[in-house]
Every structure is written in structure tokens, then in C-alpha cells.
């Protein structure tokens, strides 16, 4: 975090501004950690030097950089519930689940199939019990 010293002829806008150039930057180091630094300046297409000039305040946070940090770094798009999802994250391309499980688009794309794998198994097992009642 940015440790400046305050006056008393700091304005309150000017105090909030430090504060939230400090939340976005600890928010950005969380977020390099889920998925890399170097991957993470390409999705915000910037260079380190466009980094610098935001955590001076020389240049302004685009509003699409402060959401896309906020998601990378919490794991959770804003528009999905958070309690719902509380302890998953987002790593490069998995989900992880609070337990560790690392699930990617394809584990997840094979579930319809596990699903209806177990379903055909549930039959099985029915015709099986029924047959073994009339025997």
C-alpha cells in the first residue's frame, strides 16, 4: 500500500482518491497472484509504466481495469451472489473449489455426461433389485 503522510490541509477527495489507488493496488496483486504477473498486464493491456502513472494518480483508473481487477482478484464476477460461491476462486482456467478440486471447461462440460452415466447406472441397479425380488 501507498503510505503518504496527511495534513491537516488534505481534502476528504483527496484522502479517498489515496485510498482507493490502494485498494485497487493491493486488489492488483492479488489478482497477479491468481493468474500471473505477466498475464495479467496483457489482459489489462498496460505496461508497467501505465501502472506507475495509476498508483501516482498522475493518470486515472479506467473503470473496466478496476472491475476486470476485481473480479481477477476476488475469483468472483459481481454479478454472481458471492455467498453462493464463497470459498471458490478463479486460477488461469479452473474453477477451484473451497476444497482445492481444480475443475477446467472441459471437467466441467463432461458433467452432463457423469450425470446421465449415473442415471443409467440407477436403472440398472433398479432392474436389478426389481429382478432380484422376484427370484
Request: proline share 4%.
Amino acid at each position: 500500500m501507498i503510505k503518504r503522510p496527511y495534513s491537516i490541509d488534505n481534502n476528504a477527495a483527496e484522502i479517498a482518491q489515496e485510498v482507493l489507488i490502494c485498494e485497487f493496488f493491493d486488489m492488483l496483486g492479488e489478482a497477479a497472484r491468481h493468474v500471473g504477473e505477466t498475464d495479467l498486464y496483457a489482459m489489462l493491456s498496460v505496461h508497467r509504466t501505465t501502472l506507475l502513472r495509476w498508483r501516482t494518480g498522475e493518470t486515472r483508473i479506467p473503470a473496466a481495469a478496476r472491475a476486470l481487477v476485481a473480479i481477477l482478484a476476488s475469483g468472483i464476477p459481481p454479478w454472481m451472489d458471492p455467498g453462493a460461491w464463497r470459498g471458490f476462486r478463479f486460477e488461469r482456467d479452473a474453477v477451484v473449489t473451497p476444497g482445492g478440486r481444480r475443475f477446467t471447461a472441459q471437467a466441467l462440460g463432461s458433467l452432463e455426461w457423469h450425470d446421465q452415466y449415473v442415471e443409467s447406472l440407477q436403472r440398472r441397479v433398479a432392474r436389478l433389485e426389481d429382478q432380484l425380488r422376484h427370484v
